[in-house]
């Protein structure tokens, strides 16, 4: 059986990665999710009502600026030192990306237009990183930013783009690229389409995250990575791809759906496919692969999968509020106004946005103001 789960985790557990086990079994995932959907789109093994089901785990970190957003895609992504760096896959870091950047856009040379590609079509078969991602966030704030950025949605969603450009020109083209990505907690609408498909991993620092990430950077410097792990990394997914072609076709076992009705009071039908993604990606890098891929919940993946469970449930709730609760509760859940704001600006808002995101709390009843101190509404209800 080919494991190609359990060689990347060994590598971040040796390069003391922060956490490691919280947060990188989802990106690991996202490349089993990804293979998958290369071969699915292609052979058409896992369909649903006749159509070809995508499978891609697209991760969006939420953390406050300065907590790692982009860490953990560095360590997949970065040239020469990154997990994948060896490997088969398609891979590139990005900066800032817009959406005619990622979708594609047309340019004028000579008086006569070019069409140049974008980010989802340079890299469709590929795994990319952006580190400032500033359209999608918008996208998951403003219902008219949704209307205006479709293509970037449906990129990411069933992977096929059509964009009407200046004149006749038009971009069509299908795209398998896997999209991981991050912002700073703000309130996200998930009623739009952007959300639903994606993966959230949320970071919201309490006072000993602080300090154990103070630690985990002192303690990181000198230590390097394994190159000749990341040649067996390579080799690993090189067996898994081909390992791929011998599957004919999915289904789940009685696990994965006992897992969706547990927590089906407070999950929509659209939001299974976020798990069923999950549960597929884990499956094909941790299985032997022939036949049929009978995707299974063992006790690791449903502690992976309760996880994800409970942070769309902060996202939900909004993902700027819920670490706003996270601080109250690292202070006894009793703090004056002004300490509140200085520790939300020690998360990178400014004095004006923290003090917005506190009046909003206070006006909807999410927080109280008594005795000159704030405090979460919901547990003073409770008490």
């Known amino acids: 059986m080919v494991d190609a789960y359990s060689p990347m985790m060994a590598e971040f557990e040796e390069r003391k990665v922060l956490y490691a086990d919280r947060y990188c079994p989802f990106y690991i995932i996202s490349v089993g999710s990804h293979l998958f959907n290369i071969l699915n789109k292609q052979k058409h093994l896992y369909l649903q009502h006749g159509l070809p089901v995508d499978t891609r785990c697209h991760i969006f970190l939420v953390c406050p600026s300065g907590f790692g957003k982009s ?10 030192v990154g997990v994948l760096d060896r490997s088969p896959i398609q891979h590139a870091m990005e900066g800032s990306m817009t959406e005619s950047a990622w979708v594609g856009s047309v340019i004028y040379v000579d008086g006569e237009p070019v069409i140049v590609e974008g980010a989802a079509k340079e890299y469709e078969y590929g795994i990319v990183g952006v580190e400032e991602f500033s359209v999608l966030t918008q996208m998951m704030q403003s219902a008219s ?3 205006l950025h479709s293509q970037l949605l449906t990129s990411l969603d069933s992977g096929i783009v059509r964009k009407r450009l200046r004149g006749s020109m038009k971009i069509h083209y299908t795209t398998c690229v896997t999209l991981w990505t991050g912002d700073r907690p703000a309130t996200f609408d998930m009623a739009s389409g952007m959300p639903r498909r994606l993966v959230f ?14 630690r985990a950077i002192r303690s990181g410097e000198g230590i390097k990575y394994n190159p000749a792990r990341l040649v067996e ?17 999915l289904v ?24 069923k993604r999950l549960a597929i990606g884990y499956n094909v890098l941790k299985k032997n692969l022939k036949g049929i891929l009978r995707v299974e919940v063992d006790k690791t993946l449903d502690k992976l999968l309760m996880r994800e469970y409970y942070w769309r449930q902060q996202i939900k709730r909004g993902a700027d509020v819920s670490h706003v609760f996270v601080i109250l509760s690292d ?31 206070l006006k909807e009843r999410m927080l109280v103001y008594k005795n000159g101190y704030l405090s979460s509404y919901y547990v003073r209800s409770e008490e």
């Open 71 to 80: 860490f953990h895609i560095r360590q997949f992504l970065e040239n020469g």
């Open 252 to 275: 789940y076992d009685t696990s994965m759906y006992a897992f969706l009705d547990r927590i089906k009071q407070r999950t929509m039908p659209y939001e299974e496919i976020i798990y």
């Open 233 to 249: 990394i390579g080799k690993v997914l090189e067996e898994k791809i081909e390992e791929l072609k011998q599957l004919t076709g």
């Open 331 to 361: 202070y006894g859940n009793k703090m004056t106004r002004r300490d509140l704001v200085n520790r939300l600006s020690d998360f990178g808002l400014n004095t004006f946005e923290a003090a917005a995101l506190i009046d909003r709390m």
């Open 201 to 214: 991993l949320n970071f919201f620092p309490t006072k000993r995250d602080v300090e154990m990430m103070r």
């Open 145 to 147: 930013s949704r209307t």
